[in-house]
C-alpha cells in the first residue's frame, strides 16, 4: 500500500478552483480578501514544511515563504498552471535555496572554527 504524497496531502486542505477565485479576487480587492488568502497560503506553505521536513528553523522559513509568494503573486497567470503547483514550486525552491544557504554557512563556520582550534 503506497503513502499519499505530500502534494495529495496539501490537496485535501487546498481546493485549487477556490484558491485562484481568492487570489483573483485578491488581487481587486486587496482589502477585502487578505485575510482569507493569507490563511490559504498558511496551510500550503505549513504543509510544504511539515510534509518535507526541511532542516530550516521553520518560523522563520515560513516568514520567508509568506513573504515571496506575496511578492510572487502578481506573476501567477491561470493560464500557464494552477495556483497550487505554481506556489507549491515557489516554496519548495525557496527552502532548498535556504536550507543551501544555511548550509554553506555552517561549513565555513566550521572550517574557520578548525582554522583557529584545531581541537575543534
Known amino acids: 500500500m503506497s503513502h499519499p504524497t505530500i502534494i495529495e496531502l496539501t490537496m485535501e486542505y487546498l481546493?485549487?478552483?477556490h484558491f485562484e477565485k481568492i487570489i483573483k479576487l485578491y488581487l481587486l480587492e486587496p482589502a477585502?480578501?487578505?485575510d482569507?488568502?493569507?490563511s490559504l497560503f498558511d496551510t500550503l506553505i505549513s504543509n510544504i514544511l511539515e510534509g518535507f521536513n526541511f532542516k530550516i528553523e521553520y518560523d522563520d522559513a515560513k516568514q520567508e515563504c509568506f513573504l515571496l509568494v506575496l511578492k510572487t503573486l502578481k506573476n501567477?497567470?491561470?493560464e500557464k498552471g494552477s495556483a497550487f503547483n505554481y506556489f507549491t514550486t515557489v516554496i519548495v525552491n525557496n527552502c532548498k535555496l535556504v536550507y543551501t544557504k544555511n548550509k554553506k554557512y555552517r561549513e565555513k563556520l566550521d572550517?574557520?572554527?578548525e582554522k583557529i582550534d584545531p581541537k575543534f
Open 15 to 17: 481546493n485549487n478552483k
Open 32 to 34: 477585502e480578501y487578505e
Open 36 to 38: 482569507e488568502l493569507i
Open 76 to 78: 501567477f497567470s491561470p
Open 111 to 113: 572550517k574557520y572554527r
